[in-house]
């Protein structure tokens, strides 16, 4: 007997299965400072709003000449709060979305292999310090704030001819882990549970670190954007004080 084409169809449909629908996902061009904590964040979003952040990271000037150029972002989480106004005044982001949801911690970080002895600033001047990795300051608000660190505790002349730069502070760190590294000025957040030694820097020796969010206006998710705001600024918070923010 001949089955007629519905029929086949049907049997078709049941042996597949029921098909799940398509994911929700959010796109979040996060500065790399954010690595580790939005990675947990995101997890912990996830699982409570079935939405899926995906997360570019780099460094913070990297990312806003990537907005501007219309990349398909939906929220914008930076390592300062310039970009952020920049892209405001530019018209780039929904008005009243920008908000402040962490201050970040400049740390100096001795990796585990690295030969040298250092416990404070000073000792960076030492001969076994050879190469200390700082993020791009043009790009990095972190390397800016290393940068403006090393003036303040008038290091910035003896220790200019060691210092290489990195893309972001992610690609510094690595610097270190690489052994290519005696000393990485990064992100407290990046090295928190690493080896070796990590040195918070005071924080009166450079700008404050004050981060700021924002949803992108073009985006076509803007109210799943705003959950994950929301989310960042609420439960979040805890995230990132573990995390190594303030």
């Known amino acids: 007997m001949t089955r007629a084409p519905a029929t086949i169809a049907i049997l078709l449909m049941s042996a597949c299965g029921p098909t799940k629908p398509a994911r929700s996902e959010l796109n979040v061009a996060a500065a790399a400072n954010l690595t580790a904590g939005f990675q947990e964040l995101g997890r912990q979003f996830e699982a409570q709003t079935g939405i899926h952040p995906v997360f570019s990271f780099a460094s913070t000037a990297q990312l806003t000449r990537q907005i501007e150029e219309s990349a398909p972002f939906d929220v914008f989480a930076a390592a300062d709060a310039e970009h952020v106004d920049k892209l405001e005044r530019e018209a780039l982001l929904v008005a009243g979305s920008r908000a402040v949801y962490a201050t970040g911690i400049l740390a100096l970080w001795i990796p585990p292999r690295s030969t040298s ?3 404070r600033l000073e000792d960076l001047t030492s001969p076994g310090v050879r190469v200390i990795a700082i993020a791009n300051p043009e ?9 403006e ?11 200019k001819p060691k210092i290489v730069y990195a893309e972001n502070i992610n690609m510094a760190k690595q610097y270190g882990a690489s052994n290519n590294a005696d000393a ?7 090295v928190l549970h690493e080896g070796g030694t990590i040195i918070r820097m005071d924080p009166r020796l450079h700008h404050a670190l004050v981060q700021e969010l924002g949803i992108i206006a073009r985006s076509p998710r803007q109210p799943a954007a705003q959950r994950f705001v929301q989310f960042v600024l609420g439960p979040g918070r805890t995230i990132l004080l573990k995390s190594g923010y303030e």
Request: charged share 5%; net charge neutral.
């Open 149 to 159: 660190a090393l003036h303040s505790a008038g290091l910035w002349d003896k220790l």
């Open 139 to 147: 790009l990095a608000p972190y390397g800016q704030a290393a940068v």
């Open 184 to 190: 990485v000025f990064t992100a407290y957040s990046l």
């Open 117 to 119: 002895t250092v416990t």
